[in-house]
């Protein structure tokens, strides 16, 4: 009955990563107007992973969505500027649900936030280019503004299931 109980366990898991990665490309095309045109609400499902099943999936979700909305916009920092973007934001993914479930749902978030908002764009302007520190200022507030959105929703969905889970 256990090898049952695995493949159950597995095909769940599976589906549940793949319903969250198309959520996440759905989210791709829901822009925040900025100077890439790759900000979008692609990285609520990664969060919501992260905070409700585990922070792989998280990261996995997340640096999928990303690469969704580069790719919605073509590419506009390059595919390896991408590839690296998509590392950072599953980074973040998996330390904002690492947070969440030491510190709780609110730290979770705002180190979703931060580590999105200002950290991954931030740690781009090491990249030895003329454009990265006048890029970096331009995305600032918009990157803000999507990550708040997309890690606020994702907390407050995660919460909700909880507790509807629970009751």
């Known amino acids: 009955m256990d ?22 490309a759905v989210g791709a095309f829901i822009k ?7 900000t979008a609400l692609d990285a609520l ?8 099943f585990s922070p792989g999936e998280g990261a996995l979700v997340a640096a999928l969505g990303h690469l969704a909305s580069a790719a919605t916009a073509g590419f506009p920092l390059t595919v390896p500027i991408h590839l690296i973007v998509a590392l950072e934001l599953a980074g973040c993914a998996a330390l904002a649900g690492v947070t969440a479930r030491r510190l ?29 520190q006048g890029l970096f200022m331009a995305l600032l507030a918009p990157l803000l503004i ?18 509807r889970s629970s009751a």
């Open 32 to 38: 925040i107007p900025s100077p890439t045109g790759t």
């Open 104 to 132: 709780g749902m609110v730290a979770g978030i705002v180190v979703a936030i931060v580590c999105n908002g200002i950290v991954a764009p931030g740690i781009l302007t090491f990249i030895p280019s003329p454009v990265t």
């Open 3 to 24: 090898g049952r109980a695995d493949r159950g366990d597995r095909t769940r898991r599976l589906t549940r990563l793949a319903l969250l990665i198309a959520l996440s």
């Open 146 to 163: 999507a990550s708040a959105i997309n890690a606020i929703g994702a907390g407050l969905v995660a919460t909700a299931l909880r507790r």
């Open 45 to 52: 499902p990664g969060y919501l992973a992260a905070f409700l």
